[in-house]
C-alpha cells in the first residue's frame, strides 16, 4: 500500500517507499559530488529529530535555518525538524544582523543551524540580544561554533526512535510547519505561517500539471531554498523520484551545470537575461559568415510561436538554426535541458521565445510566499502555454479579477496568515480570498497575465497611471541597461534611475574611443554615454503611449546587488531603499 501524503515529511517516506533511490540528494564537498540515498536521507533525519528532543526540542518549537547555498544538510534538517512537530524558520544569508536579530525574537527562535563562519559572526553578533536563542550550529566546522553532528551524537540512542514516531504521528496536516519572512521590497519582514496543507496541496496540484517531470532523473537546484518557490519544487522533485544536485554557489553554475547535465532546472527572470545578454555579447564578437548566420537565427528565434503556428516553412528554417546554432546554446548549458520554470519577476516574452526556439522550454508561472507559492504556470501540453502570460491557474485553486484589477486568490494554498500579525492578515483577506497586490487580467482563453504591482502603480501630476514594471522590463532588453528603477509619482512626467551594464559599456567605450575613464563613478557622469543610453530608452519608448514613455534619467556609480541590500533575494529591486539611496539623483532629475 503506498504511502498517503499528508505532512511534508510524508515525501521522503514515499520516494523511499516507491523508487529508493541510491542518489537523492548530492552536494559537492572538497570538489567532489557526494550523493546522500533515500534511505540515508531518512536514517540521519531520525538521528537528528532524536538528537533535537534531547535538547529538548517540542512541538511547536522555532528552529531558524540559514544557508549560503542549497546544501543535503539543509533538507535533513528540515525533515527532522518537521517531523517532530518543529516549526522551520528559514532565513536568507544575505540580509542584515538587524534582521536576524529581528526574525529571531519576533519568531521566538529556539535554536538556529547555519552553514558558514560569515553567517555565524552575523548570528553571533545578536545571540545576546535574542532570549529565546539557546545555541547555533554550524554546518562546516568553524572555531567557536558547535558543530551540527554533535545533535548526531545527542541522537544515537535508538531507544528515542519510538518517541520519533510518535510525534511524528500526531502531527496533522492543519499544523503550522514554517514561517517565511517576506523579503520583500518595501517594509519590515513579515512572517508568513504555511501549514503542512498549505505547502503538500500545492505539490500534488502542480505536479499534475508538470507531466514531463515523469521522464525527468536529475535537477540542478540553486534558487535559495530559503524561498518557497525553490523549496516548494524540492518536495516536488522528491515526490517524482528525482536526484537533486545542489549548485556550490551563482559563481559556479556555469560549471556545476556543465557536471551535472541537468534536465530540469527552476530559473529567475534576471539569471535568463544575463545568459541571452552573454550569448549576444558572444555573437557580436563574430565575424563574417558566422556573425550573419548567428544573428540570423536569433531573429527566428524570436519569432517563435508555439504549437507550429508559424506554419511549415518557419518551422524548417527553426529546424535548420537549431542544428547550426542554438546545439551549442544547448551544450553551453549541459546539453540536457529540456524544461525550465521561472517566476518571482516578469519575464520578457522575448526570453521565452528564444529559449523555447532553441529547445530549451520556458515554462513561466506566478505565485507568492502567501500561496505555497504557485497560482498559476504555463504548460506545453494540453495547448496550455502562452507567450508573455503566466499560465492558467492549477487545479483547486481559484482566481478572480477585483474591481481594481487585483488578482484575487483562494484554495489549499493560501497561508494560514501573518504570524503574531492579526490585523495586516486581515487586511490583505476578504473571506477565503487572499489579495496578493498584483494587478492583471484574464483572457478569453483562461491565460493569467500580470499587468503591474498595484503598490508600485503610480500616478502623475497629469492624472495618467504608469505601471513600471512593464516599462522596466521593456527597457532592460537593451545590452547598455542591467537594472533600471521608473520613478515620477507626483510628478509631471516618468523618469528613471538606471544601473548601467558596466561591462558591456566599458566595452562599447573601447570600441567607440569614447573620451571616458573606466571608472564606474566616471561612466555614470559621462554625456557620451547618457546620450547613447537614451537612444535605447527611446527605442523601448515606441511601445507606449506618449503620457508613459520615461523622458529623461540619471545613472548610478553602484552595481545593484542582494549584498547592498538594493536587490531582493529574486533579484527585484527594492524601490524604497534604491530611492532613499539615490534621493540627490531624483532631486537632480525633477528639481
Not at 503506498?2 to 533511490?21: C, G, H, M, P, V
Not at 505536479?207 to 521522464?215: G, H, P, Q, S, Y
Not at 488578482?407 to 501573518?418: D, E, F, R, T
Not at 497586490?437 to 483562461?446: A, Q, R, S, T, Y
Amino acid at each position: 500500500m503506498s504511502i498517503e501524503i499528508t505532512r511534508i515529511f510524508d515525501f521522503a517516506y514515499y520516494q523511499l517507499d516507491k523508487y529508493n533511490l541510491p542518489r537523492s540528494l548530492v552536494s559537492k564537498t572538497s570538489g567532489q559530488w557526494v550523493a546522500t540515498s533515500s534511505q540515508e536521507f531518512i536514517s540521519k533525519a531520525n538521528i537528528v529529530s532524536r538528537g533535537l528532543l534531547s535538547l529538548g526540542v517540542k512541538p511547536g518549537d522555532k528552529i531558524a535555518l540559514i544557508s549560503t547555498s542549497n546544501r543535503t544538510e539543509w533538507n535533513i534538517m528540515d525533515l527532522a525538524l518537521l517531523q517532530i512537530g518543529a516549526v522551520n524558520v528559514p532565513i536568507y544569508p544575505t540580509i542584515s544582523a538587524a534582521d536576524y536579530k529581528y526574525i529571531f525574537n519576533h519568531a521566538e527562535v529556539k535554536y538556529c543551524f547555519l552553514s558558514d563562519e560569515t553567517l555565524f559572526e552575523k548570528a553571533n553578533e545578536v545571540q545576546k540580544e535574542v532570549k529565546s536563542l539557546k545555541r547555533i550550529y554550524s554546518f562546516e566546522k568553524i572555531k567557536d561554533c558547535a558543530f551540527w553532528e554533535e545533535v548526531f551524537t545527542l541522537g544515537a540512542d535508538e531507544s528515542l526512535q519510538e518517541k520519533v514516531d510518535a510525534i511524528k504521528n500526531e502531527v496533522k496536516p492543519e499544523d503550522l510547519a514554517t514561517i517565511i519572512y517576506t523579503s520583500g521590497t518595501t517594509g519590515v519582514p513579515k512572517g508568513v505561517m504555511l501549514s503542512h496543507n498549505n505547502i503538500v496541496s500545492n505539490v500534488l496540484d502542480t505536479v499534475k500539471e508538470l507531466a514531463f517531470l515523469k521522464d525527468i532523473n536529475n535537477v540542478l537546484s540553486f534558487l535559495p531554498v530559503c524561498h518557497i518557490f525553490e523549496r516548494m519544487l524540492h518536495y516536488l522533485y522528491i515526490y517524482s523520484g528525482i536526484t537533486i544536485h545542489f549548485a556550490e554557489s551563482i559563481e559556479k553554475i556555469s560549471e556545476n551545470i556543465k557536471d551535472v547535465q541537468p534536465e530540469f532546472m527552476t530559473v529567475v527572470p534576471r539569471l535568463l537575461e544575463k545568459i541571452y545578454d552573454s550569448i549576444i555579447s558572444k555573437g557580436k564578437a563574430l565575424t563574417g559568415v558566422k556573425k550573419l548566420l548567428f544573428f540570423w537565427a536569433v531573429k527566428v528565434g524570436l519569432e517563435f510561436e508555439p504549437y507550429g503556428r508559424n506554419g511549415w516553412l518557419y518551422e524548417k528554417k527553426l529546424a535548420l538554426a537549431n542544428k547550426l546554432i542554438f546545439v551549442k546554446w544547448r551544450e553551453a548549458l549541459g546539453g540536457n535541458l529540456k524544461n525550465m520554470v521561472t517566476g518571482s519577476a516578469a519575464l520578457q516574452p522575448r526570453l521565452t521565445r528564444i529559449f523555447s526556439a532553441a529547445g530549451m522550454q520556458i515554462l513561466e508561472g506566478y505565485g507568492l510566499t502567501e500561496t505555497s507559492p504557485v497560482i498559476s504556470v504555463n504548460i506545453f501540453e494540453g495547448g496550455n502555454f502562452k507567450v508573455g502570460t503566466v499560465g492558467k491557474t492549477i487545479a483547486n485553486v481559484e482566481v478572480k479579477i477585483a474591481e481594481d484589477g487585483e488578482i484575487l486568490c483562494k484554495g489549499p494554498n493560501v497561508m494560514m496568515g501573518y504570524y503574531k500579525d492579526p490585523k495586516k492578515t486581515a487586511e490583505v483577506m476578504t473571506g477565503d480570498y487572499f489579495h496578493t497586490g498584483d494587478k492583471g487580467e484574464i483572457d478569453n482563453e483562461g491565460f493569467l497575465k500580470i499587468t503591474g504591482r498595484k503598490k508600485e502603480i503610480f500616478k502623475t501630476s497629469g492624472g495618467k497611471y504608469i505601471s513600471p514594471i512593464l516599462l522596466e522590463n521593456e527597457m532592460k532588453q537593451s545590452l547598455f541597461i542591467e537594472q533600471i528603477l521608473v520613478i515620477g509619482e507626483g510628478q509631471k512626467m516618468p523618469a528613471a534611475i538606471v544601473q548601467p551594464n558596466f561591462d558591456f559599456v566599458k566595452e562599447w567605450i573601447r570600441l567607440h574611443k569614447v573620451n571616458c575613464g573606466h571608472t564606474q563613478e566616471e561612466i555614470a557622469v559621462n554625456k557620451e554615454v547618457h546620450e547613447r543610453i537614451m537612444q535605447e530608452i527611446d527605442l523601448g519608448n515606441q511601445h507606449f503611449g506618449k503620457w508613459e514613455t520615461i523622458k529623461t534619467f540619471e545613472m548610478t556609480p553602484d552595481i545593484w546587488s542582494v549584498d547592498n541590500q538594493l536587490l531582493t533575494p529574486t533579484f527585484k529591486p527594492k524601490r524604497e531603499v534604491i530611492l532613499k539611496k539615490y534621493k540627490h539623483l531624483y532631486d537632480k532629475i525633477y528639481s
